[in-house]
């Protein structure tokens, strides 16, 4: 999803995005693009992120507090539209960005090859998906459920190294854009 904007001297600059992809976009994909829009802006690059859910559920509202805490710690001060509701992806959404990124690689590759095979391995093709390895939060089953069956461990990961993980990414993957030569045309 390329975007053109005009400078001062009536030049167009090519602004290039990248999709961050997670299971509900409400905790990690949504903190990834607000972290990774902040480091963009400061880095001065020509990238701007927006994030997409492979499986919205429809009653969470906004952003997750765990995200909102965080960004609260690095004094980092959402825009009124990063605060949205949760946004699932669609097929639109893979051929509309420049590059995509899976929050936890090996759950969502998985989802995305099931509902998207064709488009998936293009992309892969290209070298437009890149794989974090980010897991959600952990969750605590009470023992009785998994006594009876009815809840199942999963693997999770705890808040604090979830948070610097998917900091650490957006830092690396911003510093990473920097190193790309600048894209501008004369109108």
């Known amino acids: 999803m390329n975007s053109l904007k005009t400078n001062a001297k009536n030049r167009v600059k090519v602004i290039k995005t990248v999709l961050f992809i ?11 693009e607000i972290l990774f829009n902040h480091y963009a802006i400061q880095s001065g ?19 997750s ?13 959402p825009a009124i539209s990063e605060l949205r509701d949760p946004l699932a992806l669609s097929v639109d959404d893979l051929d ?14 998985v989802i995305m090859e099931t509902r998207f095979s064709w488009m998936v391995k293009a992309l892969q093709k290209e070298g437009k998906i890149r794989l974090w390895h980010v897991h959600d939060l952990e ?25 610097e993980h998917i900091d650490f990414g957006a830092r690396a993957l911003v510093q990473e854009l920097e190193m790309l030569p600048k894209q501008t045309e004369e109108a």
Do not use: M
């Open 22 to 32: 997670c299971t509900g976009n409400y905790y990690r994909s949504r903190l990834a």
């Open 139 to 163: 969750v605590k089953v009470h023992p009785f459920l998994k006594w009876i069956g009815a809840a199942r461990d999963r693997v999770g990961q705890p808040e604090e190294s979830a948070v």
């Open 65 to 77: 507090h765990h995200a909102l805490k965080y960004l609260n710690t690095l004094r980092i001060i």
């Open 96 to 109: 509309s960005y420049d590059l995509i990124v899976l929050l936890n690689g090996g759950e969502h590759l």
């Open 45 to 63: 690059i020509q990238w701007r992120a927006e994030s997409r859910g492979l499986s919205v559920q429809k009653d969470l509202k906004s952003i």
